[in-house]
């Protein structure tokens, strides 16, 4: 089958979504499906770098659209439909509302990802225009919690074939046979010493302050910040060097193909999420979130300890994480204190999530989303 993906996100790029995108269209290559990804933009990238930049092992088609800003994207959805006819698309992929009625207007299946709440005037009238639609189609919420949220704000049941709940994913072969987390420090120019690991973005409510007050309270442990923004990575260096914490690296950006050896060297896996979460387009995502670092961590079977927010439930567990008040920061030294002088319960914690995290690939949300769509 013939599937085209179709987003506005800025390829490349370092956001979650621009990540996702790629990842969806390496899962349905995976399966042996014909993939277009159809985005903005004038020159095309070297597929080498995207490779390396988006730790990617299948090659697919990329077709870019000049878009202008002052259209807000209106001239890239008209000239997406176009390709979707041109391409002759069989399933349309996207994270456009905007593409959804227009894939409906021309009778091309699609799937339409839920990240968020729509807002603004037009943003829910343009999704209970889709929702209340007779096209086929099926919408992919990324967590229950969210699903929920739809459902109520529109007074809608969603059916069950039209809606799969689809979070984020995991290669789980970039995190076999890895070398042991000794040697991955030495290659990587780490200290070997007891290390707690937080990749991803620096924004507000990702825990950074938490994250500086754990490694203020326990100078004897290494703490090791993975990604970054250079503006934030910058601020927050400033910061550590004027208040005198010396057990805190923060490594910057650095691309997807390393992620894996960064947090498989961890001791321990920290995501301090606060009640109020920025995501890369803004907003709070808290009540609803489904963090690509959840099932990355999962995927090492290093032990994690994560913020108590519910949405978090839906995946982790008692048997495969443990759960501190984001407020309690006592709770979270004591916690990183018992991982370390437990090491046989600290494998046992991080057993169970390497085999829970199995049914969350990329490869099983692509099976998963397609499942009863097209027979």
């Not at 259209?71 to 399933?91: P, Q, T, V």
């Not at 990802?113 to 037009?122: A, Q």
């Not at 910061?239 to 010396?246: A, D, S, V």
Request: proline share 5%; charged share 25%.
């Amino acid at each position: 089958m013939r599937i085209g993906v179709i987003s506005t996100s800025q390829i490349p790029s370092t956001t979650a979504n621009s990540i996702q995108v790629m990842k969806v269209c390496q899962a349905y290559r995976q399966l042996g499906h014909k993939v277009s990804l159809i985005i903005p933009g004038k020159e095309k990238n070297n597929w080498n770098d995207l490779s390396e930049i988006y730790g990617l092992s299948d090659s697919y088609d990329i077709s870019y659209i000049p878009s202008l800003k002052i259209f807000r994207r209106y001239d890239f959805s008209i000239l997406a439909g176009f390709m979707i006819l041109l391409k002759k698309i069989e399933l349309v992929h996207t994270w456009m509302p905007q593409i959804a009625l227009i894939s409906g207007f021309i009778e091309t299946p699609y799937f339409l990802e839920l990240h968020e709440m729509p807002t603004g005037k037009i943003g829910p009238r343009l999704f209970k225009k889709i929702l209340f639609s007779k096209q086929k189609k099926r919408f992919l919420p990324i967590t229950s919690a969210l699903k929920d949220m739809f459902q109520k704000e529109f007074n809608y049941k969603f059916d069950q074939n039209e809606v799969r709940i689809a979070p984020d994913g995991v290669d789980l072969e970039r995190y076999q046979d890895l070398p042991h987390s000794t040697q991955l420090k030495k290659d990587l120019g780490i200290q070997d010493t007891f290390t707690a690991v937080y990749t991803g973005h620096l924004y507000a409510g990702r825990g950074m302050d938490l994250l500086v007050e754990l490694a203020r309270r326990l100078p004897e442990f290494q703490f090791l910040w993975v990604g970054g923004r250079d503006e934030e990575v910058n601020h927050w260096k400033n910061f550590l060097k004027e208040k005198n914490i010396n057990n805190i690296t923060l490594t910057g950006f650095v691309k997807n193909v390393k992620i894996p050896h960064y947090q498989s060297m961890a001791d321990v896996l920290l995501m301090p999420y606060e009640n109020q979460i920025s995501g890369s387009s803004g907003g709070n995502t808290a009540d609803y979130c489904s963090p690509m670092k959840m099932f990355e961590y999962m995927a090492t079977g290093k032990p994690i300890i994560t913020s108590d927010l519910p949405v978090f439930h839906e995946v982790l567990n008692n048997e495969n994480a443990i759960f501190c008040d984001y407020f309690d920061k006592e709770q979270w030294v004591t916690t990183i204190k018992q991982i370390q002088e437990s090491p046989n319960q600290s494998k046992k914690l991080g057993d169970q999530a390497k085999m829970d995290v199995k049914k969350y690939t990329w490869i099983e949300r692509a099976k998963n989303t397609l499942d009863g769509f097209i027979r």
